[in-house]
Nanobody
């Protein structure tokens, strides 16, 4: 069975940058819609970035212009580059993949990572 593993979280000051990676093992990345979700303390998990099967990207309004999602199918990996980070970006970041279509529902994804913590200090 396939597995997603995130890496790249950490602590940074406001205005800084971090890059997250999500590596697939045991499955082929193509044919899947790929998403990054985040969950801040006391809040619901939200989808922040999507890259579709065809390669189009969409973003939550709160991160538009600051975050960039990308993928490398040859490496079975997708990424989230986060720039101009704000304290409100603090949370656990999760990658997820849905076979065949895109969904904003975390629980509908076929594959879900365990998360990596991002902390942005003022």
């Amino acid at each position: 069975r396939g597995q997603l593993v995130e890496s790249g979280g950490g602590s940074v000051q406001s205005g800084g940058s971090l890059g997250l990676s999500c590596v697939y093992t045991g499955l082929i990345l193509s044919g899947h819609c790929m998403d990054w979700f985040r969950q801040a303390p006391g809040k619901e998990r939200e989808r922040v970035a999507t890259i579709t099967i065809g390669g189009s990207t969409t973003y939550a309004d709160s991160v538009k212009g600051r975050f960039t999602i990308s993928r490398d199918l040859a490496k079975n990996t997708f990424y989230l580059q986060m720039n101009s980070l704000k304290p409100e970006d603090t949370g656990m970041y999760y990658c997820a993949a849905q076979r065949g279509y895109c969904s904003d529902s975390w629980w509908s994804h076929n594959y879900r990572g365990q998360g990596t913590q991002v902390t942005v200090s003022a």
